[in-house]
């Protein structure tokens, strides 16, 4: 299967950047642009491709307001924003964005952004999981012991750190797919939705430190 990719933002010098990153990808390719959040919104909704990557930041309409237009269509939006928007990013997370990664990242992580969109997972740039989770907690999220196991606190741990399935798995020497249990085992005991959840717990803990 080949992910199809749309890319929102307003500086054709990034558009053209990503677009090598990801066609270079076996399993990608970028099937549009778009200058502004509007053309984004109305060209995912006719080409419906898997993933759009959005700028924080666009002429007509941000890419809040891009995820919060494409929240109920089943197309993933990864935002792409710069260091220190931590109140848009929040806010696009409300709205059920599926990652945000800085434009500094590097192609390796805006690859692994929008392959955790399509396995259902959130990655966010190590840089901003800092700002973003520690000390914050979310709305939920337990105050005493939910009794994790010491596997499921390394899992919740690698997640706070914003590790993706495969480095949890290479890390702590497991398969993918216990990896997934244990995250959906977390997720349960902690009455989150999704990664960002784990992740927000860990830091408020104290857990997301690496030992």
Do not use: C
Request: no cysteine; glycine share 10%.
């Amino acid at each position: 299967m080949t992910t199809r990719i749309l890319i929102a933002d307003d500086q054709e010098g990034i558009r053209g950047a990503f677009r090598l990153i990801l066609d270079a990808q076996p399993d990608m390719t970028v099937v549009a642009e778009a200058a502004d959040g509007v053309t984004a919104v109305e060209t995912a909704l006719a080409i419906r491709p898997d993933v759009v990557l959005a700028d924080i930041r666009m002429p007509r309409a941000d890419g809040i307001e891009v995820t919060r237009a494409l929240a109920e269509t089943g197309i993933h939006v990864v935002v792409v924003t710069t260091f220190g928007e931590e109140d848009y990013v929040r806010a696009a997370l409300r709205h059920g964005a599926s990652g945000f990664v800085l434009k500094r990242s590097g192609p390796t992580l805006l690859v692994e952004a929008v392959r955790a969109a399509m396995s259902g997972d959130v990655l966010i740039s190590p840089q901003l999981t800092v700002g973003l989770l520690r000390g914050s907690g979310e709305p939920g999220v337990p105050a005493g012991d939910p009794g994790l196991t010491d596997r499921e606190d390394d899992v919740a741990r690698l997640v706070a750190q914003a590790k993706t399935n495969a480095e949890i798995a290479e890390e702590l020497f497991l398969s993918a797919g216990t990896v997934k249990n244990h995250i959906a085992s977390i997720q349960r005991k902690l009455g989150v939705r999704n990664r960002v959840g784990i992740a927000a717990w860990a830091w408020s803990t104290g857990r997301a430190q690496t030992p």
